[in-house]
Nanobody, 118 residues
Framework: QVQLVESGGGLVEPGGSLRLSCAAS????????MGWFRQAPGKERELVGT???????YYADSVKGRFTISRDNAKNMMYLQMNGLKPEDTAVYYC????????????WGQGTQVTVSS
């Protein structure tokens, strides 16, 4: 199994930046994507973006142009650079990884809180 741990969350003012990290306990499947999700209070969990083994990315429209996902396969790490943060970005952010089942995110971190407020 793969254990995922997020870190880097905190309190930031609107317009500020944060960099989240996701550490995997072991190598994830090269055929599967990793992704960042977030869940705001009272709302359903939503996809922030995804990244393939080779670095191909996809972003939700709400974060496109502001957030950047990257990964370091040698270190089993994934990152989420968040710039131009808005209050609407306030949420618990989760990293996830796909397993054997196609299209399914089978591994999840515990989440890290990001609060954007003045």
């Amino acid at each position: 199994q793969v254990q995922l741990v997020e870190s880097g969350g905190g309190l930031v003012e609107p317009g500020g930046s944060l960099r989240l990290s996701c550490a995997a306990s072991r190598r994830t499947l090269s055929s599967g994507k990793m992704g960042w999700f977030r869940q705001a209070p009272g709302k359903e969990r939503e996809l922030v973006g995804t990244i393939t083994w080779t670095g191909g990315t996809y972003y939700a429209d709400s974060v496109k142009g502001r957030f950047t996902i990257s990964r370091d396969n040698a270190k089993n790490m994934m990152y989420l650079q968040m710039n131009g943060l808005k209050p609407e970005d306030t949420a618990v952010y989760y990293c996830a990884a796909q397993g054997v089942r196609a299209g399914s995110y089978d591994y999840w971190g515990q989440g890290t809180q990001v609060t954007v407020s003045s």
